[in-house]
């Protein structure tokens, strides 16, 4: 295991110290571990446990973090550590999310070794996944820094529940982000993850308003817990009215898993229904995921209606845009970051060694 000096942390009165990276504000003494468990007190000061270490590295599709706009048809080097900040009864990533085990961080790579996995594999960015990145901030920036450094870009995929000032930090060398928005509603958030809405909607409008960061937003949509008319209704307005219209939404299939493994699977109508629901608030892309669903992973041109990327699950199957990312058929510009097309990665997941065990 690898103990490296954490930031974003400050000495209490009473003798504990506290982290300030997200807002569950461990307050910690001697030894103790915070609730994510991988940041720790060790003496006086904390440290990040899993710095340099990492859950096993893939290559992946873009279109399976989701991002439907950044990129299309590129591949991505994603990896994890252990642990996360959130508790979500739900967790699709249990194993990972909720290792206390760190025998799992099988692959010791540095930022330096990632970046260049990714170039000498011709990834076009590195993505940090499978966990919560905001738990591992240092390890994140530092690779995507390296990662700036050699024109690849990085993507988090996060729930964005993280301070103001790390925050700043982090995004300054993130290229892209899916964020969770688990929920519209705080109780759900409480009851269901440990955490709490209201700095998550913080996030989504700082990397709207204050970033240049690309960023699309996934929900998953649990059957009976976040999936009624009028919690969609008032979710898919926000997004609308505070983020704007070209906000990719991402509404993807529950399975049922870890803590709620007694709930059905999200039934295709329901995603079908919610992309409705979102298309009705006059979002231009709403996608559904975990499914095959033609329409419902048909990327549309805003300006003309003409279906400029056809996906079926993670495979593109037609690409009518020029390399600015405009509609061949009347010119209008998509919101994403694009370049010309080269043919997509496609649906498979290639594991790559990095590094020494
Ligand atoms: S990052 Fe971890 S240690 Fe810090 S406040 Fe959040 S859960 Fe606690």
Redesign the pocket.
Known sequence: MSSHPARYWHALDDGRIQ?D??????RLHEGQR???F??QREGAAMVLTTYGRSSGFCIDPIEKKPLNHFYPGSSVLSFGTAGC?LACKFCQNWDISKSRDMDRLMDAASPRQIAEAAASHACRSVAFTYNDP??FAEYAIDTAAECRARGIASVAVTAGYIHAAPRRDFYAVMDAANVDLKAFNDDFYVHQTGARLAPVLDTLLYLRHETAVWFEITTLLIPGLNDSDAELTALTRWVADELGPDVPLHFTAFHPDYKLDRLPPTPPATLTRARRIGLDAGLHHVYTGNVHDAAGGTTHCPGCGAAVIERDWYQILAYRLDATGACLSCGHALAGRFESFKGAFGARRVPVHIGAH
């Open positions: 982290c990276l997200c807002p569950r504000d461990c915070g609730a994510c991988v940041r900040n905001v738990i």
